[in-house]
């Protein structure tokens, strides 16, 4: 029984290989800088992505200019489209919601949502640019309006609100969430048309150490809702990535059953052992370099050291299972981000047993 070397794939071919676990010839990349990240280190940063080209799309990137940001990621207090109003002191970060258009019950009656962009010109848009991605050979991943549920009824409604409507089961927050549904599914059908290979979805449903609600509301409330977008996007020959922070091992078995097949959780809240046997021979993951403690305080050495372990288990554990990938902030020293990419392409050239 030899090793299997020497494979060439392009960047398209490598990620297929990873989401469907059939034995990549080296780990994908993908950059995942925040816009702080850009605006504050610029083209220190960029050269690096340069140096370790991504296999979702070009490796160039603009650096923000504070008045481009959306709202949310705005300096000072700032309104979307949505009606929420954001709070943030740094460009370029996400801010808080101080300000929400829900604030009554009966308000989630009147309630009307932002109209989608004019469909056929955007569908022409989004066409060419996946016809232009797929062309270089890239993987293409596409997000939808509004990209998230969970969060986007938070925002809508306040925190706290929405979680005590959700336990008194209010048949008010059930029709607007499957007005929302209806709103997400319009968007994602817009989208599909352009035939990405994948969609993005986000909603981070952890805190620290457990879910935000019981795993029998998310079960009842949630899953159903994103079982129906997760198979309009795999009925159209798409795959789903999903990204979520916070504890939610408990959630992974739903979540593959419901359609996900790319998932990428917040490593530093849970146990990567644990973490790789809930998702082996099940799930391709989308890394997420601790971010808490590794990537921004720790040593280059460190940061060598935890994404061999990575690759360890998720790729060479999981047949290749794995998407590289680290969320660049701005506490992130320049010298982590060149060593973790240095590391996916030092452990992550596979040498697979034939």
Not at 46 to 55: K, S
Not at 245 to 251: P, Q, R, V
Not at 275 to 282: E, H, I, N, Q, T
Request: hydrophobic letters at 35%.
């Amino acid at each position: 029984m030899g090793y299997l070397v020497g494979i060439s794939m392009n960047s398209r071919e490598r990620v297929l290989a990873a989401v469907n676990l059939s034995k990549p010839d080296r780990v994908p990349l993908l950059h995942s800088p925040l816009p702080g990240a850009l605006i504050k280190y610029g083209e220190q940063l960029i050269r690096i992505f340069r140096e370790y080209p991504q296999d979702f799309g070009p490796s160039e990137f603009t650096i923000p200019k504070p008045e481009d940001l959306p709202p949310d990621y705005r300096a000072g207090v700032h309104r979307d489209k949505w009606g929420t109003t954001w709070a943030s002191t740094i460009n370029g970060i996400h801010g808080q919601v101080v300000d929400y258009p829900i604030k009554t019950i009966e308000d989630y009656l009147t309630y009307e949502f932002p109209q989608l962009q004019e469909p056929e010109k955007y569908k022409d848009r989004l066409k060419k640019h996946v016809e232009d991605l797929r062309a270089k050979g890239f993987f293409v991943i596409l997000g939808f309006e509004p990209g998230n549920f969970f969060e986007r009824l938070q925002w809508l409604r306040g925190f706290r609100n929405l979680m005590v409507d959700l336990i008194k089961g209010r048949r008010e927050l059930e029709n607007f969430a499957d007005r929302l549904l209806e709103y997400c599914i319009s968007s994602l059908q817009i989208v599909l048309e352009a035939k990405p290979d994948a969609v993005s979805f986000s909603d981070d449903w952890g805190t620290q150490s457990r879910l935000m609600i019981k795993t029998s509301l998310w079960r009842s409330f949630f899953k159903p809702r994103y079982k129906s977008m997760f198979k309009l996007v795999r009925d159209h020959g798409a795959y789903v990535y999903f990204h979520s922070d916070g504890y939610i091992i408990d959630i992974i078995p739903d979540l593959t059953e419901i359609g996900v097949n790319i998932l990428n959780p917040q490593f530093s809240c849970h146990n990567l052992e644990a973490l790789a046997d809930s998702v082996r021979g099940k799930l391709c993951i989308s890394s997420d370099i601790d971010r808490q403690y590794i990537l921004p305080r720790g040593s280059p050495k460190d940061v060598e050291d935890y994404v061999k372990r990575v690759i360890d288990l998720f790729g060479y554990g999981n047949n290749g299972g794995l998407i590289g990938r680290g969320e660049v902030n701005i506490d992130v020293p320049l010298e982590n981000v060149e060593a973790m990419y240095r590391a996916f392409m030092k452990y992550g050239k596979y040498s697979w047993v034939g």
